[in-house]
């Protein structure tokens, strides 16, 4: 399975932007370009949960309700990389943010394989 590696994570205030990025690390297993991809969180003491995903040609995208209309994921296949836009931040945005890979895009999707998480804490 390819393995993945999240970054772009950090602090922010409450409304600012931050930008995550999905990429595959090492040479072995397939590009990016042959799975679907989508973004989960976790906060602490929560479950996983699903925040967005993309097909694997980029033009199917889901998004939780909960970020539709402030964050906007995309991919490069070109570059390897998925990345998520987050705008308009708010505090219950806080968690660690995973990437996947799977074989569809819809938000039941089955993870296949997952980075290590990064870190986003939205506090003034």
């Known amino acids: 399975q390819v393995q993945l590696v999240e970054s772009g994570g950090g602090l922010v205030q409450p409304g600012g932007s931050l930008r995550l990025s999905c990429a595959a690390s090492?040479?072995?297993?397939?590009?990016?370009?042959?799975?679907?991809i989508g973004w989960f969180r976790q906060a602490p003491g929560q479950e996983r949960e699903f925040v967005a995903s993309?097909?694997?040609?980029?033009?199917?995208?889901y998004y939780a309700d909960s970020v539709k209309g402030r964050f906007r994921i995309s991919r490069d296949n070109a570059q390897n990389t998925v990345s998520l836009q987050m705008n308009s931040l708010k505090p219950e945005d806080t968690a660690v943010y995973y990437c996947?890979?799977?074989?569809?895009?819809?938000?039941?999707?089955?993870?296949?394989?997952w980075g290590q998480g990064t870190q986003v804490t939205v506090s003034s």
């Open positions: 996947a890979t799977s074989n569809v895009a819809t938000p039941s999707m089955a993870a296949l394989s």
């Open positions: 090492g040479a072995s297993g397939l590009p990016l370009s042959s799975y679907a």
């Open positions: 993309i097909s694997r040609t980029g033009v199917t995208k």
